[in-house]
Structure formats: structure tokens, C-alpha cells
């Protein structure tokens, strides 16, 4: 079954900031920026460190909120936690409102080729691509029943270990190639 967007979520912008976004290692608020959401739905910080402010945002992200780069590239992925955050207006949120949809599938259909392609039909041009709210709302979606639903999330889970492993091993062969060669 097709559903638009707006049947199943909130969808509103990140924190509209005043100016540059700035670190403050004590920062009481995380900050997830674009470069944090990859296009494998993960939220990574191990390169940079999450960026901390002082600034309570108005709308803090809620465990099970998924963010989703509207700019440039398409990329989703679902906040989990208690730790108080928030994401710059250059991300938008979607809180999902129906019981029937999971937010690590919507994730999910929203980095994988076909929902990409999907939304590449969506797709405003400017100098650098992007999706506004309101036609991400209107955007359709299959949704299957709940239990497949998981069946795919776990499925998803299971591909993101095996890709780290391999990662890891990769990094160990490389390694022991670079100490014989010394």
C-alpha cells in the first residue's frame, strides 16, 4: 500500500541557527549535521566528534525521529537516544505518527536505490539539488505490513555488520602487508 508522507509523519526543519554553527566542547545541545547522516542510514561521529552548542533548541529530536538530508544528496537516519539534540534547518524531520510504520524502515526505503530514484523524480534544481518539505510530503511510499517491515530492518542490520567486518578485515590485511613490506 502507497502512502504519502504526511499520512505517516510530522515533518518539520531543523533549528534554524543565527549564524555558524560553532563547537563548544561543554555544549549543553549535540548538533547532528548533514555530514554526520550517511547514505547507509547510520549516524556516524567517529571523524569529527558530534559539534556540542549552548543553544536549547526549541524542538529537541526524539528517539525514533529520522532525519533526513534534503540538500545536495538524500540520505535518512534515525536518532536514537536520550541525549539532547537537534539538527541545523539544512535537515529536515520527520516523527512518524503512524503505528503501522516503523522509523528504521522509512530510513531504510529512503537510502535504497529504489527510494532514491523515487525521489530523484522530486527533486527541485538549483545549483545544488534539493527536496522541499512540502514535496517531500506529498512523496509516496509503500508500506508493508509490520512484520516485514522488521524482517527488513533486521535484514538491513545484519548487511551493515557483515560491511563492518569486512571493513575491519580490510584494514588488518592492509596492515599486515604494510609490516612485511617494512
Known sequence: MLKKIKELCKVRLGHSFRSRIINEPEGITGVILPRDITQDGRLDFATTGIVRTNIEPQHPLKSGDVVFVNKGRFSAAVFEGDELCTVPSSVLVLSVIDEQVLP????????????????GKMVECSTVPFLSRQNLMQWQVPIPELRKQSTLVAFNNAMRQIRQKQARKNELLIHLLNSELE
Open 104 to 119: 528504521e524502515y522509512l530510513a531504510i526505503y529512503i537510502n535504497s536505490d529504489v527510494g532514491q530514484k523515487s525521489l
